[in-house]
């Protein structure tokens, strides 16, 4: 039987993801190199949409290549929103039928939800909504784009797993407060910009 996986917030397609992250740290050392004459215009931003796109492609090689080295056929991924930036159908079909695992989409703010759907039809993958729970080693878990102050259970030990900060701690003048059982499960977050075990997290196997 495969893991329970978690991840969140891809940005796949998007332009900007490297410039608002530290994703291009992770980058080099997977070895997947912006050139110096793209990087620091890039960084600046000074460089046209054309060579912004190359920028972008590199990125989403790179998310490719970390999913594909990370996730094994019969895993079961959980994807908390979040996960693409582009409308291009087929950009995000041949991105979602290559996905080793059995992945479940909740919906994030920059998701198109219909569009989401229609491509996961056929497919061992599926979009289960805004909001879900789930059991992991027996505790349940609550799944969110956005971080709750309460979730369901929170008084008797359920764990609430969410995107949406980029492992920041908040956005503007908002400041999440560390809560217990409370967990940022977005790319960015992952201390290597890698997949998260669920199982791991919640604890030993009951």
């Known amino acids: 039987m495969g893991r329970k996986l978690g991840t969140s917030d891809l940005h796949l397609g998007h332009t900007n993801i490297v410039k608002f992250t530290n994703r291009i740290e992770a980058m080099d050392r997977d070895g997947f190199i912006v050139p110096n004459e793209l990087r620091v215009p890039y960084f600046n931003g000074t460089l046209s949409d054309e060579l912004r796109r190359k920028v972008t492609d590199i990125h989403d090689a790179w998310l490719v290549h970390t999913l594909y080295t990370q996730i094994e056929d019969g895993d079961v991924v959980y994807h908390l929103g979040d996960l693409n930036f582009t409308r291009d159908r087929l950009k995000l079909s041949e991105f979602i039928n290559g996905l080793r695992g059995n992945w479940n989409f909740l919906i994030g703010n920059h998701d198109d ?25 027996k505790t349940k878990v609550c799944l969110l784009h956005y971080p709750m102050e ?33 967990m940022d499960l977005g790319i960015d977050a992952h201390p290597s910009h890698g997949i998260f075990d669920l199982e791991e997290l919640v604890g030993e196997k009951a």
Do not use: P, Q
Request: hydrophobic fraction near 30%; charged fraction near 30%.
């Open 113 to 137: 939800e219909s569009l989401l759907r229609e491509i996961c039809k056929g497919t061992r993958h599926k979009v289960i909504g805004h909001y879900h729970e789930i059991k992991v080693n």
């Open 150 to 182: 309460e979730w369901h259970g929170c008084h008797r030990g359920s764990w609430h797993f969410h995107g949406h900060l980029h492992g920041m701690k908040g956005h503007g003048d908002y400041v999440l407060k560390a809560m217990d059982r409370r």
